[in-house]
């Protein structure tokens, strides 16, 4: 294959693919199919403040929040609900494991409870690329 700019492009067989059963995610108990990414984002701001005269730093700590984008979710019905009129304040359950023993990987599940604040689409014509996604916003996360 050509190389531009010291990236080599090479095209691997089917040995080089890796077939898996485990769920990587799931939304409200359901399986997505195909999650193409799953960005996490998770925090919570903390400000510093300084009292004059002296050297002490009192530090304030605001509320955890944070954001859960999925791209390429597709499997579940469940994962659009909020959108169908029903209920768009109906808080959804979203886990993604960690890892996977039949990839080698630590098990282990990050769970989340948000709400779905938005769904989108974005084509790119040029290539021929079609990509949706869903974004949650999360007040709480567990890791096990």
């Known amino acids: 294959m050509a190389e531009y700019f010291g990236y080599t ?11 898996t059963s485990a769920v990587l995610v799931k939304v409200d108990g359901g399986d ?22 002296s050297d002490n730093v009192y530090l304030t700590v605001g509320s955890a929040s944070g954001t859960v984008d999925i791209s390429r979710i597709i499997g ?29 990987l630590d098990i282990g599940t990050i769970t989340m409870e948000g709400l779905l604040t938005e769904v989108g689409v ?21 890791i096990n």
């Open 122 to 142: 974005n084509i790119d014509v040029g290539q021929f690329t079609v990509t949706d996604n869903a974004q949650y916003t999360i007040g709480s996360l567990d």
């Open 32 to 53: 997505v199919k195909l999650a193409q990414s799953c960005n996490i984002k998770y925090g919570r701001q903390v400000t510093p403040h300084f009292e004059l005269g």
């Open 9 to 19: 492009k090479e095209v691997k067989g089917p040995e080089h693919v890796g077939v």
């Open 76 to 104: 579940v019905t469940k994962a659009l609900e909020p959108y169908k009129g029903k209920n768009p304040c109906k808080k959804q359950t979203i886990s993604v494991a960690r890892g996977s023993s039949q990839c080698g």
